[in-house]
C-alpha cells in the first residue's frame, strides 16, 4: 500500500500566525482527505480534495496529484484550531479500500 | 454529523474476555469500516465491508473478526481480548470503496487491563 508523511509533526503558533502542513504520499492517489482531531478525540472532515485547490473559510487545500503531495493552509489561527491534523489517501489497485493516514501534525494555537 | 453510531463509547474489559463493538449507520452506505488509533501509528484498517455479508481484512486483522448482517450495522468482535487491544477504535462509513468521502463516529476508547 501506500505511505503517507506529514511534516512538521509538531507545530506550535501564536494566536492570528498563519501555517502551511504537508502531506506526501509514495504513490498516486485517487482519494486525499484532510481532517481534524479535536481534543475531545472526534475526527472532522476538513477537506475531500483528490485534486486541485478548496477553500472554507480561514483554511485551504491544495492537492499536486502528479508530484504525490497536498498542503493544508490555516490563516489566522485561533486557539480552537489546536489539535491533530491528519491526511489519509487511498491509492489505487489492491488495497484501494484502505484509507491510509500519516502520523498527524499536532498543531498548538496559543493566546 | 455523518449518521454514525458507535457504541459503547468507553469499556473497560478483562484480558481474555470476548468484547463486541457496535458500529450504527443512517446513511445507507455501502462501505464501512473499522480502523483503531494508537499513539506514534495513527489510524490502521483493521476490517471493512463493502455489503451485506462481505468483508475483508485491512492492515492489523490479526486477533479480530466481524460481522455485517444488515447494511446499517458493522460489529467489531475481539474473541480474547489482550491489553494490545486497547486503543481507541474508530469506524467509517463511504458510499463507494475508493473515490468518495469517508466519515468517522466518534470512536470506542477500549481498555483492556
Known amino acids: 500500500g501506500i505511505q503517507v508523511e506529514q511534516s512538521p509533526p509538531d507545530l506550535i503558533l501564536q494566536e492570528g500566525a498563519n501555517s502551511t502542513l504537508r502531506c506526501n504520499f509514495s504513490?498516486?492517489?485517487?482519494?486525499l482527505q484532510w481532517f481534524h482531531q479535536n481534543p475531545w478525540g472526534q475526527l472532522i472532515n476538513l477537506f475531500y480534495?483528490?485534486?486541485g485547490t478548496k477553500q472554507n473559510g480561514r483554511l485551504s487545500a491544495t492537492t499536486v496529484a502528479t508530484e504525490r503531495y497536498s498542503l493544508l493552509y490555516i490563516s489566522s489561527s485561533q486557539t480552537t484550531d489546536s489539535g491533530v491534523y491528519f491526511c489519509?489517501?487511498?491509492?489505487?489497485?489492491?488495497?484501494?479500500?484502505?484509507?491510509?493516514f500519516g502520523k498527524g501534525t499536532k498543531l498548538s494555537v496559543i493566546p | 454529523d455523518a449518521g454514525i453510531t458507535q457504541s459503547p463509547r468507553h469499556k473497560v474489559t478483562e484480558t481474555g474476555t470476548p468484547v463486541t463493538l457496535r458500529c450504527h449507520q443512517t446513511?445507507?452506505?455501502?462501505?464501512m469500516y473499522w480502523y483503531r488509533q494508537d499513539p506514534g501509528h495513527g489510524l490502521r484498517l483493521i476490517h471493512y465491508?463493502?455489503?451485506?455479508?462481505?468483508?475483508d481484512k485491512g492492515e492489523v486483522s490479526d486477533g479480530y473478526s466481524v460481522s455485517r448482517s444488515k447494511t446499517e450495522d458493522f460489529l467489531l468482535t475481539l474473541e480474547s481480548a489482550t491489553s494490545s487491544q486497547t486503543s481507541v477504535y474508530f469506524c467509517?462509513?463511504?458510499?463507494?470503496?475508493?473515490?468518495?468521502?469517508?466519515?468517522f463516529g466518534q470512536g470506542t476508547r477500549l481498555t483492556v487491563v
Open positions: 467509517a462509513i463511504s458510499t463507494q470503496g475508493s473515490n468518495t468521502e469517508a466519515f
Open positions: 504513490d498516486s492517489v485517487n482519494n
Open positions: 480534495i483528490p485534486s
Open positions: 489519509a489517501g487511498r491509492g489505487s489497485g489492491a488495497g484501494s479500500y484502505q484509507l491510509t
Open positions: 446513511e445507507n452506505h455501502r462501505y
Open positions: 465491508s463493502y455489503g451485506v455479508k462481505d468483508t
